[in-house]
């Protein structure tokens, strides 16, 4: 179950979204996630599903892949919207015992609701079509300027994207514990939470001891491939843009204008 | 002064207790002296503990000793201004290919020694091309190594560590967590960088069918080289071997066995084919 999290995930596939600079792509995630908190009115969700679903079509990955990573945040999902449904004050529609359900609640929690998955899958769109070095290659480059004010950004975006890198195998590594502490005993399904919480414990702290001596021989294999930090580094792909990538600008700058426009006139 | 070359290499391990008090010393490698030409295959041998990885460390100056010196090309590890340029020539490849896998997709992880090394991009993709092919593994180089076999991710790490041009390589138990097959499949790819590129190869392993071919084999023992010499003249002294813990391939054992019961057997039988064609010309057919 734990390896079905596609959160973060490269997934491999030919396609015009996977071939755009990373650069356009984070604008376009952090531009996407903006206009959700623009828009308030359910024209602008329906233009922002369809900005999204048109996406997700140019890019190949297929629909139940991204649905499959949704499932980890479903929980996440259920506490907003029922603490948006059952808390927010104004005129009530359903009553029993003492929980009353709001028209505005509904409104707010189903908005929540919409916003949220979208968000998710929308940055897990740009995760999935771009791979880690080259998104953490367009961190680099976007956030460049910032190295003038000492921000380590090469070091920032190098830990990043070895972070990631190392989720699918400490997943992996998890699921091996997990299996080995069942076959001798353990016990992760029953109890209450504090009961389960606890039975984490066995699993967390070989995790831990693994990670951090699977860090200590990564920096040593970094360092005997003369890894010295961001200075005289060459790139292999470097980041130039095309006209693929001045369109795409064009289609984002018109979708958000888009957004903006309903937000004012509707 | 070959490529790689040691003068009483001696490095010692200091244990600590909390207050950073010296609690004991463990003399890891003690007085190796070692000299390799360039374009050697040379094995090292040794069981756990033997102080055989720590050698290696060496050679790559990410350890650095505590007596002694190491050379390697002319340059002593210890001189910091020449340390990238001895990582550059003296390439490492280690024990866990999940380990020393930086990037996500193949040939981003090849590029990525040539990148730190400020090469150009043209050329980066021109080496990242031909490593891969060196290896094998050029028809996999837009995929994501964590659904690679263990062999291949190893080639993988070796194709990372020739795109620098190093001239000499070293592997550090490189098949120690892979099957028989793969295995099989790195040994192949490290034979062909010593026959065709004439990259030196100091291979550390305790896998006996690994050194058959090599030109020269040390065996460590407590941080000293306890046997050294051809691997023929090395799998002679079986009974030496197996006082070292190490185990004789089954073929030479045998033909270790049968000469002691006065079978006229040669010593240092490597192959099976070898070992069939002198029990042939014994039983005189």
């Known amino acids: 179950m734990i390896r079905d999290i596609t959160l973060g995930q490269y997934y491999q596939a030919d396609s015009v979204i996977h071939k755009l600079d990373p650069r356009v792509k984070l604008v376009a995630t952090i531009g996407f996630i903006i206009s959700l908190f623009v828009v308030d009115s359910w024209v602008g969700y329906v233009v922002a599903a369809l900005f999204l679903a048109c996406m997700i079509k140019l890019s190949k990955v297929p629909f139940g892949y991204m649905v499959k990573g949704m499932k980890a945040i479903v929980f996440i999902l259920l506490i907003t919207v029922v603490f948006n449904l059952f808390l927010t004050p104004g005129e009530p529609l359903v009553t029993f015992w003492k929980l009353t359900i709001t028209k505005e609640g509904l409104r707010i929690a189903v908005m929540m609701a919409v916003r949220l998955s979208f968000l998710i899958v929308g940055s897990s769109l740009m995760t999935l079509t771009t791979t880690p070095n080259s998104l953490t290659d367009g961190m680099e480059k976007l956030m460049g300027p910032l190295k003038y004010v000492k921000v380590p950004v090469h070091e920032v975006s190098m ?101 903006v426009a309903i937000r004012v006139w509707l | 002064m070959g490529i790689i070359k040691t003068d009483k290499l001696t490095f010692e391990y200091i244990r600590r207790d909390e207050e950073g008090n010296v609690e004991g010393i463990t003399r890891a490698v003690d007085e190796v002296d070692l000299d390799i030409k360039q374009g050697d295959f040379i094995a090292v041998l040794g069981h756990n503990g033997s102080g ?144 065709v590129e004439g990259i030196t190869v100091v291979l550390i392993t305790h896998y006996m069918e690994e050194i ?66 002198a029990l042939m010309a014994v039983s005189g057919r």
């Open chain 1, 159 to 259: 830990m990043m994207s070895i972070a990631l890198r190392f989720i699918p195998i400490l997943l992996e590594e998890t699921d091996k514990i997990m299996k080995a502490q069942i076959a001798r005993g353990a016990d992760f399904e029953s109890g209450n939470l504090i009961k389960k919480a606890k039975a984490m414990v066995p699993l967390l702290v070989p995790l831990f001891i693994s990670a951090f001596r699977r860090a200590n021989d990564l920096a040593m294999a970094m360092e005997a491939r003369c890894y010295r930090g961001g200075e005289h580094r060459t790139k292999m792909k470097p980041l130039r843009y095309r006209g693929a990538d001045r369109a795409a600008y064009g289609v984002l700058l018109l979708y958000f204008v888009g957004c």
């Open chain 2, 52 to 195: 055989k990885s720590t050698l290696a460390k060496h050679i790559n100056a990410i350890l650095y000793p505590t007596e002694g010196t190491v050379w390697v090309d002319g340059m002593d590890t210890q001189d910091e201004s020449h340390l990238w340029d001895i990582r550059q020539e003296a390439g490492m490849v280690f024990q866990n290919p999940d380990n020393q896998i930086i990037g996500q997709v193949v040939e981003e992880d090849v590029g990525f020694g040539p990148e730190n090394m400020g090469v150009p991009t043209k050329e980066i993709w021109e080496r990242v091309e031909e490593s891969l092919k060196a290896v094998g593994m050029y028809e996999y180089r837009k995929h994501s190594p964590n659904k690679l076999s263990g062999g291949q991710k190893q080639r993988v790490s070796i194709a990372g560590v020739i795109a620098m041009h190093p001239k000499c390589i070293i592997l550090d138990e490189p098949t120690a967590m892979l099957d028989p097959n793969g295995r099989k499949e790195v040994i192949r790819a490290v034979r062909a960088l010593n026959d």
């Open chain 2, 212 to 277: 058959i071919h090599a030109d020269m084999v040390f065996v460590m023992d407590q941080g000293h080289i306890a046997m050294e010499g051809t691997p023929r003249e090395i799998f002679s002294r079986v009974e030496e071997l197996q006082e070292l813990r190490l185990d004789v391939p089954q073929v030479t054992l045998l033909a270790h066995e049968l000469r002691q019961k006065g079978v006229n057997l040669p010593e240092g039988i490597l192959t099976i084919e070898e070992f069939t064609e």
